[in-house]
């Protein structure tokens, strides 16, 4: 069927606008498919309109039926009171549950493993146990192990013992012995006046005109070791006491090399010589006086508020605390006189017969004259003199004591 294009009516399909009304059905285009529809629909619309209406009528009287939040009702209160108790009884119940299910399975997990028996274990710890490629044994893997084992046991053991040995020789040395090494320097400086002086008196018999041996120089060295510093750590006023002595004391040895150096060397001249002697001579009596002085600080007592050197010094040798100290140190000197003393029977004396004699006021003048009174300072000044007498005979070999190496 053609229709002409003047009389197609173009519908308004919006929901606000469109009203089906049986003339818009008319002005649809007229196609033989749509034919029963545009019956069917007109047909029906009647029904469906009521339908559609009591569809909004049910939908305004569930609305107006809600009841009203803001309306007080007692009795709706307390049914949504007991509701929501109930509803936390349930969650209560609900974890509860929950967690005895968790307890549960807990400990029937600990119950499982306390029902294994020793021989599961075992077989357990059999199944999961690899032999590696190195059998246990002893081949040569074992014997490496055994001897690289004794071999550090050895190591640990001489270790060991390096460490004792270390220890027993870094051990503090105690105040009173070192004291008495001390003392001991006193008499060894007292032997060394005695070697000066018989240098000179041997030099001055050959004009200068050779040296004494070297191995007399060295013996008129300090032994260091006597001077043990670390056993005064911890006291700043007798370390420093110690300090500076052992400073005098290797000066001491320093200068006794330079005049070994000097007798040597035959270029050097004679008034040289004789004040490397004047040197180590003035140094006896400076040493001597510094270690007494040094015994008075540490193990006596010594006013260090007098400046005044000489009113120090009288202070020191009176001080009634430093006499057991200076007795000590007189008695350890004796030793040495006396066994000298005895000695001077030999009359074969190398040189002239004269030596240079010393008198009770040059050793008034030195430090011994701190240590003795004047009667007994004569006698050791006798001592003295027949000391170096005895030191230019011969000894019981049949060799000069003090050797002099011509040029």
């Not at 320097?185 to 070697?195: A, D, G, S, T």
């Not at 000489?310 to 007189?330: A, G, S, T």
Request: charged content about 30%; overall charge negative.
């Amino acid at each position: 069927i053609s229709v002409p294009a003047t009389e197609i009516i173009t519908p308004d399909y919006s929901l606000n606008s469109y009203h089906p009304t049986p003339e818009s059905f008319e002005n649809f285009p007229r196609f033989p498919i749509f034919a029963d529809m545009q019956i069917t629909v007109m047909k029906r619309l009647p029904a469906l309109l009521f339908v559609i209406a009591i569809s909004i009528s049910a939908v305004i009287a569930q609305e107006s039926s809600q009841p009203d939040d803001t309306i007080s009702d007692p009795v709706l209160n307390e049914l949504r009171i007991i509701r929501h108790i109930q509803e936390e009884s349930r969650e209560h119940k609900k974890n509860a549950i929950i967690h005895r299910r968790m307890k549960d399975s807990i400990m029937n997990r600990a119950q499982a493993a306390e029902l294994l028996s020793d021989y599961a274990i075992m077989s357990m710890i059999e199944e999961n146990t690899h032999q590696d490629q190195v059998r246990d044994g002893w081949n040569l893997y074992g014997w490496v192990a055994f001897l690289i084992a004794g071999l550090s046991l050895l190591v640990s053991v001489y270790t060991l013992y390096s460490q004792r040995k270390t220890e027993g020789n870094t051990k503090k040395l105690s105040r009173d012995m070192q004291r008495k090494l001390l003392n001991e320097l006193v008499r060894h400086l007292y032997r060394n006046l005695v070697i000066i002086y018989t240098m000179r008196t041997k030099m001055n018999d050959i004009g200068f005109d050779g040296y004494p041996s070297e191995e007399h120089f060295d013996k008129l060295k300090i032994p260091m070791n006597n001077i043990h510093l670390d056993s005064f750590y911890g006291e700043d006023a007798n370390f420093q006491t110690m300090h500076n002595l052992y400073l005098n004391l290797r000066n001491y040895n320093e200068e006794i090399e330079v005049a070994k150096k000097h007798f040597v060397d035959p270029s050097l001249s004679r008034a040289t010589k004789e004040e490397d002697l004047d040197t180590l001579e003035f140094k006896v009596s400076f040493l001597t006086e510094r270690i007494i002085e040094s015994i008075y600080s540490i193990w006596g007592f010594v006013d260090r508020t007098i400046e005044d050197r000489q009113e120090k010094k009288r202070q020191m040798d009176n001080e009634p605390r430093n006499r057991p100290l200076r007795d000590e140190i007189v008695k350890d000197l004796e030793v040495s006189l006396k066994g000298q003393t005895n000695a001077a029977e030999n009359i074969d004396v190398e040189g002239s017969a004269d030596f240079i004699r010393l008198t009770p006021d040059d050793f008034r003048k030195m430090a011994y004259g701190r240590l003795f009174d004047n009667e007994r300072l004569k006698e050791v000044c006798d001592i003295f003199n027949r000391d170096i007498h005895e030191e230019r005979k011969k000894n019981k070999r049949g060799a000069w004591k003090l050797r002099v190496i011509r040029y």
